[in-house]
Each structure stands twice: as structure tokens, then as C-alpha cells.
């Protein structure tokens, strides 16, 4: 390949200025959130709209570059990162930002695929509407990486994930054309669902340029509680409880273990309350409220409802948000634990989920197992219990020598990793597959499921140029 041939012929079809081919300029783009994996790109490429992206495909097409897609850059798996062979392009669509079409009636709103998800959150707030995906990256993930690793976050429980979300695709395939799939249908059975293909495919089957997003009325109010816990029967009983009394308001069901708490509050002792050093478990509730005449208020059904579950003995204590501010710091201790964790020199994370039936026998099994074999070892686990997806995380024990978390990766993983098997679980929740996971996926998935994943692969990027060597390994096809 003659590169400065193939520089050029980008240069030509985006300008010179949108091809950044300076170290410093590519910095942002190399590594991946967590800093565990950093590569070379021969250039990252800045197009503005999905025909310079089509014109990017083919000249890659010409010249055999592979093409690793990018979002806000925030994924945990390393799926957005090049490899360190220096020869592949980072495409990303930052500046491909617009919301082309907000349609209230259909209640849908069509958004390029670099539009940052707190944008579009804003964006319809301003016309009494509401958005429902929400995680703690939002202010720089964009929707098209929310929908290439279908994210889930918070609002799982009643809205779904990313891939619920969404309606229409526009995508540029491997081979330049543009899949014309921006349509707003709630029903649509014709043929094989190619949205659902695209959607969590980490950028190996194409590049989505554009989405059309379901919309939802605004709530008026957020209502919020911390309840302590004592066990799992009781956290299960409290859940299904408020799923029956409550199913339409219920937004969130959070759990929290006193270890992660703990850790939480060590390195941020400002989101300290009494109420979450009182059990073993911590559960964040919220309801939304959507009716302003409607009695009572999501604040006083779920005092209601709290009291109800306190006399069927399915929590200990509780504390209701006072208003909106307390609702906010209520979720500020949840989302600090993963910034606690962060500040822990050695840690392991393990984003998992289970039916909900087997959430239970998983964790006091594997906590045993792990304690056994690690003594010491701190367990900081906590997540959406209401999607059965938890994030499982480890951290070395207090005095552990450094490189204590690197030396028994291998046995830690392949034991968390031998339970989820055991308890049907999947080994990626929420966060993909990425080149963290690949190693695992034929395993987990089983020989069938990955040599469809092979075909699929296969058929639709014959050259394997669009971000190879993620979610499939690379000898595999
Ligand atoms: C603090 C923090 C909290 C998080 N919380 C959650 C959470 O609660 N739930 C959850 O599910 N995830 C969570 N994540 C991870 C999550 O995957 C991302 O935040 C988000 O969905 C990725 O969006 P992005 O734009 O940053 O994509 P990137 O990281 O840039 O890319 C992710 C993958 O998508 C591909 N991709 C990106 N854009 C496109 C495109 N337009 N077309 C095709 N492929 C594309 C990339 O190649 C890569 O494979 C969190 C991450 C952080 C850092």
C-alpha cells in the first residue's frame, strides 16, 4: 500500500484539516477510557456527514485500511482503541452531531450518530419530552456508540436498553453503500431485522451514521428512597412487590453491598448518610411521576408502598428524598462507586448479568469461593438488580503486594467466569465485548451461536476491515 497515496486521496475527498496525522493531534483518540489498552493510527478521520463516510469506505475499500469507529471514545471493553500495528484509521463521528428531525407526534426524534447522548436528553426536555437512556458517560458517549455496544444504564427496568430505544438505522457498509433505515415504525415485519444486526455489533459490521430514537412523555416529578436490606430474599420480595403496586412509575432498582458502600464513602465521605451503614444491602429505589393531578404523588405512593413493605418485613429502614436535590444525592453515592473503585490501585471488573432467580445462589457461592481462595480480597459489588445485571468488581486486598490483581487475573477470571456458566449468566451485561472479552465469547456463547457470529462476519465484511479483531478473534475468519 502506498500510504501517501492513500493520505491524499483522504485529504482530497475531506480536507487536509479533518485528517489529523500529528502524534499529538491523535492522542485523544488512541487510548480507551480505562487507559488499559492503547494503539497507533495511521490517521484518525474527522467526517461531517455520511457521504464523506461513504467516500472513506471505498477509499479504505481501495486500499485495504482497516477502520476502527468511534464515538465519546468511553467504551470499557477497549472496542474503540486501534491495534498497535499503525495501520488502521480511527473514524470519529464527532462531528457528525446533528438532530435532523424531531418528530413529537411520533414521538421520535432522528439524530446523527455523533450527537452526545446529554445533548439529545436536552434537546427534547426543551419540548416536554423525555429520553430515557441515561448512564454516567452521557455528557461525552455519543448515540451511535450507545447503540454499536446497545448500553444500557439506569432506566433499564422500565424503558429498556439502547436497541429498545431505537426504531431506524442509517448504516454505511463495508462496501460503501448507505442502508436507508431511518423510519419511525413501532411495527415492522419485513424480513430479516438488519437494525437488530447493527445494533451492538462494536463497529465490525458497518458504521452507523444515523438513528431515529423513540421518545417518551416527560415526567413531571422524581421520587426516590434508600432502603436497607438484610438479605436476598428480602431484596427479591421487595422487588417484585414494587414491580406489581407500582410497575408503570418504577424506574430504577439499584443495589448497593456495604463493602462497595464503604468504599464509596472512603474516597468521597461527602455522600455520607446514616441510612446506608445500616445492612448488609443498600437498595436505591425511583418512581417517576407523570400526572400532576393524579393523588397521591410518586413521593407519597412510594412512602406508602415502603410502609406496606416494611409490615411484610421486606426491608428494615428507609429514607424517602425530600425533593428533587436529595433524589440527586441518593444517586450521587450510587454513581461514585465506580469512581471509587477507580482509585484503587488493583482492580478487576466483571459487568455480568443472571435471571433474576439465579442472582442470588451466584453471588453467595462465588463471594465464598473467592474469599477462600483470596483471602482478604474486596469485593465491591453493586448494580441494576432489577435488570439482574451486576457490576461485580474486585479490588486487591488492603496489604496486598502491587501486582497482586495481575499475578491472579487469569485464576480470577476463569473461576467468576466458570460460575457464570453454572448460573447462566452472560459475561457482558451491558458493556460489549470489545478486545477485553473475545477470548471468551466462543466459549460462552457456544460453538453454533459463534460460528453464525463468523458467518454473519464473513458475509457482510468479507475483508474484515471494519474494526477487526473485536468481539471475533481475527484467525477465527
Ligand atoms: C463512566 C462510564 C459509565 C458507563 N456506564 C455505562 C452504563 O451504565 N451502561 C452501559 O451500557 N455502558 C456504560 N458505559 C460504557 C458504554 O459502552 C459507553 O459509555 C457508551 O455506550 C459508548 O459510547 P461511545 O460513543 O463512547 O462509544 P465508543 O467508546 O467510542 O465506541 C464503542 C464501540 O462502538 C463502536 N462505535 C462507536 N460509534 C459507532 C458508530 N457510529 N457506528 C458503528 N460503531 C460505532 C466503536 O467502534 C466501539 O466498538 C460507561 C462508560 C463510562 C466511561
Redesign the pocket.
Known amino acids: 500500500m502506498h500510504v501517501d497515496d492513500f493520505l491524499k486521496e483522504l485529504d482530497a475527498a475531506l480536507g487536509s484539516q479533518y485528517i489529523l496525522r500529528d502524534d499529538q493531534d491523535k492522542v485523544p483518540y488512541l487510548t480507551?477510557?480505562?487507559g488499559l489498552y492503547t494503539g497507533i493510527a495511521l490517521a484518525v478521520v474527522l467526517p461531517k456527514d455520511t457521504a464523506q463516510i461513504v467516500a472513506i469506505v471505498k477509499i479504505c475499500q481501495q486500499y485495504q485500511v482497516a477502520i476502527?469507529?468511534?464515538?465519546?471514545?468511553?467504551?470499557?471493553?477497549g472496542?474503540?482503541t486501534p491495534e498497535a500495528s499503525g495501520s488502521q484509521i480511527v473514524v470519529s463521528?464527532k462531528r457528525?452531531n446533528a438532530i435532523r428531525h424531531l418528530d413529537l407526534q411520533n414521538q421520535t426524534i432522528t439524530v446523527e450518530?455523533?450527537c452526545i447522548?446529554q445533548v439529545v436528553q436536552e434537546e427534547v426536555k426543551k419540548h416536554d419530552a423525555f429520553f430515557p437512556l441515561s448512564?454516567?458517560?452521557?455528557g461525552?458517549?455519543?448515540?451511535?456508540?450507545?447503540?454499536?455496544?446497545?448500553?444500557?444504564?439506569?432506566n433499564v427496568l422500565r424503558f429498556g436498553?439502547?436497541r429498545d430505544l431505537c426504531l431506524g438505522l442509517e448504516?454505511v457498509t463495508p462496501q460503501g453503500e448507505i442502508l436507508h433505515g431511518l423510519r419511525g415504525l413501532r411495527k415492522d415485519n419485513t424480513g430479516y431485522d438488519l437494525r437488530n444486526l447493527?445494533i451492538g455489533?462494536?463497529?465490525?459490521l458497518?458504521?452507523?451514521?444515523a438513528a431515529v430514537m423513540k421518545l417518551y412523555p416527560a415526567p413531571i416529578n422524581h421520587s426516590a428512597a434508600l432502603v436497607a436490606v438484610a438479605d436476598f430474599p428480602m431484596m427479591m420480595g421487595l422487588l417484585h412487590f414494587l414491580q406489581k403496586r407500582a410497575s408503570a412509575e418504577l424506574t430504577a432498582f439499584e443495589m448497593m453491598t456495604q463493602e462497595s458502600i464503604d468504599l464509596t464513602i472512603q474516597h468521597f465521605p461527602q455522600f455520607d448518610t446514616p441510612i446506608i451503614h445500616q445492612a448488609p444491602f443498600t437498595i436505591l429505589i425511583e418512581l417517576f411521576e407523570y400526572q400532576e393531578e393524579k393523588l397521591p404523588t410518586a413521593s407519597s405512593m412510594l412512602e406508602g408502598l415502603l410502609e406496606e413493605a416494611m409490615q411484610h418485613a421486606f426491608l428494615g429502614d428507609a429514607v424517602l428524598a425530600n425533593n428533587l436535590s436529595q433524589v440527586k444525592a441518593f444517586w450521587q453515592i450510587r454513581e461514585h462507586i465506580?469512581?471509587a473503585q477507580a482509585k484503587e490501585p488493583e482492580n478487576l471488573k466483571f459487568d455480568i448479568a443472571f435471571p433474576l432467580s439465579n442472582l442470588s445462589g451466584f453471588i453467595a457461592e462465588t463471594d465464598q469461593m473467592l474469599r477462600q481462595a483470596f483471602p482478604g480480597i474486596r469485593i465491591i459489588n453493586f448494580g441494576?438488580l432489577g435488570d439482574g445485571n451486576l457490576h461485580y468488581n474486585l479490588c486487591a486486598p488492603k496489604d496486598a503486594d502491587p501486582g497482586y490483581m495481575a499475578d491472579h487475573e487469569s485464576k480470577i477470571v476463569s473461576m467468576v467466569y466458570q460460575q457464570i456458566t453454572q448460573f447462566a449468566g452472560s459475561i457482558s451485561?451491558?458493556?460489549?465485548i470489545?478486545q477485553l472479552k473475545r477470548e471468551h465469547l466462543k466459549q460462552h456463547r457456544g460453538d453454533v451461536a459463534y460460528h453464525v457470529m463468523q458467518n454473519i462476519k464473513r458475509a457482510l465484511d468479507p475483508d474484515n476491515l471494519f474494526?477487526p479483531n473485536?468481539v471475533l478473534i481475527r484467525h477465527d475468519l
Open positions: 480507551d477510557w480505562r476502527v469507529p468511534q464515538g465519546g471514545n468511553t467504551s470499557l471493553t472496542s474503540a463521528l457528525m450518530a455523533g447522548l448512564l454516567a458517560a452521557q461525552s458517549c455519543t448515540i451511535g456508540g450507545n447503540l454499536a455496544t446497545n448500553a444500557g444504564g439506569t436498553n439502547a448504516v447493527y455489533s462494536e463497529g465490525t458497518g458504521i452507523i451514521t465506580t469512581m441494576h451485561a451491558e458493556h460489549g470489545g474494526n473485536k
